[in-house]
């Protein structure tokens, strides 16, 4: 009887030391005295009301930065890497689209516009020249196009619209797919918000990305460390089989 | 001069109007609120179209034998299959429904976060939970609040430009927006252990860390391992990674999966689901009308990413029985009406929304379901009260409506009249401005293909749910929608803040959320303290529990946990009589093939209540 209260005990240590290490972190100093904690401040915390809310991307990268150093400031836990979201070059990206593997783009807004037309574009190769947002023409298509098997673009209701109108080429060859949530006609701004963090999975890793500018060769373009991207990896890869199942449900509906 | 050309292109956008033939497909059409089949045991209902399947329908038959040219035609069944029936079901079952919907995420993010940890930090999280059940209090979450939506799209650009103009206006947003989350965020699951243990042993090698220390001589520090307290001096990382992929693919397939179905038979099981319970609801006489709680779901292709919905019209009760109520709910249908009409109309139709808001409202309290009630003459003197002197001081005002006088019945009806005068005039771009008065009048009051007048039925979308006079005397009803997003985030989300303020209380809910879901390894520094103690005189070292605290974290990949999958969102939305139903496809009572596993056929369970 005696061996099994200690066992029990010895077990739930560690998880009753979850009671502990939360109940003693400083939440009055995280939260009361902002100003006041010389640590605290070191971690930047205003810049948390300057995050730019249109850039999902940036807004988890700024929250884990300033969550980390306050965790490792305040009390014990310095046990997280410095980043999770890493800067990945265009030419990662561009490697990545031509590997030859499904490409999924998850998001709303001018951003997946752009990168949308810009698959469009890569799809049926070439041409790319001609085209340019805001007068920067981009010369980083190759010039016979890049073979991707299948390219997903899963976003709201209106940009739907948009991207279907501008890549009936694409569309009509069955290279792209444009899947829309929500209902035929609704409210774009309302989605926008919902989709969240914009994707692009490809290559078989996930990529987040900030369009500040015009054309996604100039955009910052995230990505996850090794074990992280894995684990990312794993969620996209499921989710590109729900988008694949929700592409022939949009024919059935049709 | 360039500001003159601006003004005459800004003139010529306002005079377009309305533009309702390129989109509309899915309408709200008669409504069946007639009280007196619900006291004969009839469910009410609402009627919608189709509107290119009528379309097709009214042009008649179309037969390839003989002749005729059927390119682009429907075929005939489809085009006769343009109807559809649909029952009410009350805000208070939608929203138990919206609260289904909530505890089985909550079901899933607590099984998804739990798998994980209690995997990686095998075997101490697994003699806590699966072997000694440690657990908290059950999921319960509070019925979520109504919120009413106004799709964008939903409504007519010529009217969202106009209503816009001045500031900018709000839309509300899903109802569920922000509530996939947990109401509290405890160190202990509030599942029952067996819901993410499964399958899942005790395993105590392969060996996961060697733990850092410090060494201590009479008290005071001599070396520590670097990192110490919150790195081990070794970590099985391999391992540690593999624990969390084989834990998360757990939970995102077979998990999700139950979360997916779950969510099916909340949204598609009718409550409750015979005819006969269903029928035992609905009163016998008028006085016991109430608000029989019952929610009958239609699939519109169903909720699924790439489908539709799933729509339910609801009542707030059947018969609102407390007037002075009923009133206050007047009340703010004319100031919602108000407001949205000063924003958007001209002059002219500032003035007509008197007459208009008359007209429905007196419709409300003479129809026959008010006879001989109490108290109804009271609103009919508050009605008059409201619209009397504003609407005689404007007759006065306004030269085409100068021949108006008598009983405020009369002055409505003469306005009426002389409105239609008014845009006769503007549809045949006559002399406007002479009718009102130096006001100008450029967009019909009457569009083409929309029933009643378009701006004043287009401002019914923001009115909220109602009992079934009010819907029938205003022509709108509301509609509860469920359906699927994809969303690319974490569990919790990190979303669920609003950082634009950094205040105590937005901050401390988050930031535990955030903290407590961390995945991390639990690992345990010691201490060895080297003493000298007269034994005689012989030196004792012993390990023991650092000061810095028994356990320490340390952060494994993912570190928070990743979400990208469909997740079921909830909205209220009102749709005015003859105008588009939103967030729709497809057609109503069909369900795409990855539902069949739920398809119960709803259409056949409601005929009987339905009478057709």
Redesign the interface.
Same mark, same amino acid.
């Given at each position: 009887m005696r061996k099994a209260f200690l066992t029990l005990l010895v077990a739930l240590t560690p998880a009753l030391a979850q009671f502990d290490w939360l109940s003693n972190l400083d939440w009055g100093g995280i939260s009361n005295n902002l100003n006041k904690v010389s640590q605290v401040l070191s971690c930047d915390p205003s810049s948390l009301a300057q995050l730019d809310f249109s850039q999902p991307s940036l807004v988890l990268r700024g929250v884990y930065r300033v969550t980390k150093c306050v965790l490792c400031t305040t009390l014990k836990m310095c046990g997280l890497p410095d980043d999770m979201l890493y800067p990945a070059s265009w030419g990662e990206i561009q490697r990545a689209l031509q590997s030859g593997q499904e490409v999924m783009v998850v998001g709303s807004g001018a951003g997946v516009k752009a990168i949308g037309e810009y698959l469009g574009l890569v799809l049926v190769g070439g041409g790319c020249q001609n085209l340019s947002y805001g007068g920067v023409p981009i010369y980083t298509c190759p010039p016979g196009g890049v073979r991707i098997p299948k390219a997903y673009i899963v976003t709201d209701g209106a940009t739907a619209r948009y991207l279907k109108e501008k890549l009936k080429r694409a569309e009509e060859e069955g290279t792209l797919k444009v899947v829309a949530v929500g209902g035929e006609r609704d409210a774009p701004e309302l989605s926008g918000v919902i989709l969240g963090l914009p994707l692009v999975w490809a290559g078989g890793r996930p990529y987040l990305f900030a369009p500040g500018y015009a054309t996604p060769d100039r955009w910052l373009w995230l990505t996850f460390a090794g074990p992280v991207s894995d684990k990312v990896a794993l969620v996209a890869r499921l989710a590109t089989s729900y988008v694949v199942s929700a592409s022939r449900r949009q024919e059935e509906v049709k | 001069m360039r500001w003159v050309w601006a003004l005459f292109l800004f003139s010529l956008a306002l005079a377009q109007g309305p533009t309702y033939e390129e989109?509309t497909?899915?309408l709200l059409s008669a409504p069946d609120y007639r009280l007196e089949q619900v006291l004969k045991g009839k469910w009410p209902y609402l009627e919608v179209l189709r509107k290119d399947r009528f379309r097709d329908y009214q042009k008649g038959r179309c037969d390839p034998t003989q002749g005729q040219d059927c390119s682009g035609r429907l075929p005939w069944a489809e085009a006769q299959a343009h109807e559809f029936y649909l029952p009410l079901s009350s805000l208070e079952a939608t929203r138990e429904v919206a609260r289904d919907l909530r505890k089985a995420w909550q079901r899933f993010e607590e099984r998804y976060y739990w798998r994980v940890i209690t995997e990686l *930090?095998n075997? =101490?999280?697994w +003699? !806590?939970?699966c072997? !000694?059940g440690?657990k908290g209090p059950e999921l319960n979450p509070p019925l979520p609040e109504f919120k009413l /939506?106004? #799709?964008? @799209?939903?409504v007519d650009t010529a009217f969202l430009e106009a209503a816009t103009r001045s500031s900018p206006l709000d839309?509300g !947003?899903?109802a569920s =927006?922000g509530l996939h989350k947990l109401d509290k965020y405890l160190?202990?699951p509030q599942v029952d252990p067996k819901e993410f243990c499964d399958g899942l042993e005790m395993q105590i090698l392969p060996l996961m860390y060697i733990p850092g220390f410090k060494v201590l001589v009479q008290g005071s520090e001599v070396f520590r391992t670097p $990192?110490y #307290?919150?790195?081990p001096l070794w970590f099985n990382?391999d391992e540690a *990674?593999a624990r969390?992929?084989r834990a /998360?693919?757990k939970a995102?397939?077979d998990y999700?999966a139950d979360y997916l179905k779950e969510v099916a038979r909340a949204l598609l099981t009718p409550r409750p689901s015979t005819p006969q319970d269903l029928l035992s609801l609905l009163p016998r006489d008028f006085r016991s009308l109430g608000n029989p709680k019952a929610y009958l779901p239609v699939p519109w292709?169903g909720h699924?990413? $790439?489908? %539709?919905?799933v729509v339910a019209p609801v009542y707030t009760q059947l018969f609102p029985t407390d007037l002075p109520a009923l009133w206050n709910q007047v009340q703010a249908i004319w100031d919602t009406y108000k407001g949205l009409i000063d924003r958007a109309g001209t002059e002219v139709e500032k003035a007509y929304l008197y007459v208009h808001f008359y007209r429905s409202a007196k419709t409300l309290f003479d129809s026959r379901a008010f006879l001989g009630l109490p108290g109804v003459d009271a609103l009919k003197r508050n009605l008059e009260n409201l619209v009397n002197a504003p609407l005689r001081a404007l007759t006065g005002a306004i030269p085409v409506l100068k021949g108006c006088a008598g009983d405020l019945d009369r002055v409505a009806s003469c306005a009426a009249t002389a409105l239609m005068t008014l845009d006769q005039a503007v549809k045949a771009k006559g002399e406007v401005e002479k009718l009102t008065g130096g006001k100008p009048q450029n967009e019909p009051l009457k569009a083409k293909e929309a029933p009643g007048l378009w701006k004043y039925e287009e401002a019914k979308r923001w009115l909220p749910p109602s009992s079934l006079p009010v819907y029938e005397a205003f022509g709108y009803t509301s509609f509860f929608q469920a359906?699927? +997003?994809?969303?690319?985030?974490?569990v919790p989300d990190?979303?669920n803040v609003d950082? &634009?303020?950094? *205040?105590?209380g937005n901050? /401390?809910g988050w !930031?535990?959320s955030?903290? &407590?879901r961390?995945v991390?390894y639990?690992h345990?520094p010691l201490t060895i303290d080297i003493r000298v103690e007269y034994c005689p005189p012989c030196v004792i070292a012993y390990p023991s529990l650092p000061l @810095? $605290? #028994? =356990?320490?974290?340390? %952060?494994v990949?993912?570190?928070?946990l990743?979400?990208?999958? @469909?997740r079921t969102?909830w909205r209220w939305v009102s749709v005015p009589e003859g105008y588009?139903v939103?967030?729709?496809?497809?057609a109503p009572y069909t369900l795409?093939?990855?539902l069949s596993a739920y398809a119960l056929d709803l259409r056949a369970l409601y005929r009987p209540l339905l009478g057709r």
């Open positions: - | 989109w497909k899915y *930090n075997p =101490a999280f +003699f !806590a939970y072997l !000694a440690v /939506m106004v #799709p964008s @799209e939903g839309l !947003a899903w =927006a160190p202990v $990192g #307290p919150s790195q990382w *990674n969390v992929e /998360m693919r995102l397939t999700y292709q699924l990413l $790439g489908a %539709g919905g359906t699927n +997003f994809l969303e690319v985030t974490t990190i979303r950082l &634009s303020q950094v *205040n105590l901050w /401390m !930031a535990w955030q903290l &407590s961390l991390v639990w345990t @810095e $605290g #028994p =356990a320490q974290p340390l %952060g990949p993912p570190y928070v990743p979400f990208s999958l @469909e969102h588009e939103p967030g729709v496809r497809g795409v093939s990855d």
